[in-house]
């Protein structure tokens, strides 16, 4: 199909995450349609995105400097720090404005069936801080999963080695806008045990 | 997020056809996660499909190479024409395997509401083929809408004023695994006028 050139960026987009073959060929159309206005201008995104952009060597988020904006960003507060599993989840804090400290990313949870030990999470950049004294509390906002409450458990307990820190976990229970009846059993069960005055 | 790389990156990402934010996002974080092998990867094959990739001057398709390769096979029937509206409908049917002969790629339909006329279609080359008098049979294939019937029936008109040439449409019907009762009914209609024998 037109070429070894297309084939070739078609199959490179259908590996993206959330394109299928039918859109991968709807997206390269589009952007053979306009190479110089689409084309060349994600290609160099992209290149620009691949030469810059680096792993924080404090929190592990994604950024193009190192320390991270958020970790240099002196208005922010250095004693609360968020533990996320990915940097999927900072971002979608970070468009919540919720938090307004710092975070660390793990990077994935403990999980015996997938192999991941304590080892395999970027966790030392975080004892550290702890260990430094400069952090008054550790919100550990991961997954309401078994592998994201296991993490949390040993994250817990390995804080408490190394300082004094209040450790908090994010509150379960019914999603803002939601009905009791569309809950799943577990979050009924969460929801009615963190219930509070009304 | 993350920096205006980061951002830029997922603004880009998003503006593709069957991404939104949420999997731009997800697709940026896939590929910034790999950069040396699927971020760069991707930004060369588009820089290389930018690059290599044009408009066939003589049926309209993409391709890296000027005649298309499609019209440079010697092995294809250059004597039956497929009039198709876009370069996908081509790959679609180059996908099936079902046409052996070659393409004229329209850009698009007549369309009074779009104020796309006669002009804006790319018909010269199919006319000039006609006219070289090396074209047996040009198969409208055009979209069962209005405005790709008016097209097929205005071009039919056209190609008999150029040329003795046999213009034939694909047939409407019942699609192959459809059952009638999920038929719409222009669909049934159509399936219904276009019986045979059995």
Redesign the interface.
């Known amino acids: ?6 084939e ?2 078609i199959q ?2 259908a ?5 299928g073959p039918r ?1 991968a ?8 349609s306009q ?2 206005t ?13 030469r ?2 680096r792993t924080c060597s404090v929190c592990g ?5 190192d320390p ?2 958020i970790c240099s960003d002196p208005a922010r507060d250095h004693g609360v720090v968020c533990v996320v599993e ?3 989840d900072l ?1 979608a804090l ?2 919540s404005g919720v938090h307004r400290g710092v975070y660390q990313v793990l990077g994935g949870t403990l999980s015996a069936l997938a192999g991941r030990g304590p080892e395999d999470l970027n966790i030392t950049s975080l004892l550290d801080r702890v260990r430094a004294g400069t952090v008054r509390e550790v919100i550990l906002a991961l997954g309401a999963t078994v592998e994201g409450a296991t993490t949390a458990h040993w994250l817990h307990d390995r804080l408490a080695e190394v300082g004094p820190v209040m450790a908090t976990r994010v509150g379960h229970g019914m999603p803002i806008g939601g009905s009791l009846d569309m809950l799943d059993d577990g979050t009924l069960v969460a929801a009615l045990t963190a219930r509070r005055p009304a």
């Open positions: 199909m037109g070429g070894g050139d297309v070739r960026l490179m987009l590996r993206l995450p959330g394109l859109s060929r709807r997206a390269a159309l589009a952007l053979l190479p110089e689409r084309l060349l201008p994600l290609a160099r995104a992209m290149e620009t995105a691949a810059n952009v988020t994604l950024d193009s400097s991270c904006g990915t940097v999927g971002w970070e468009r």
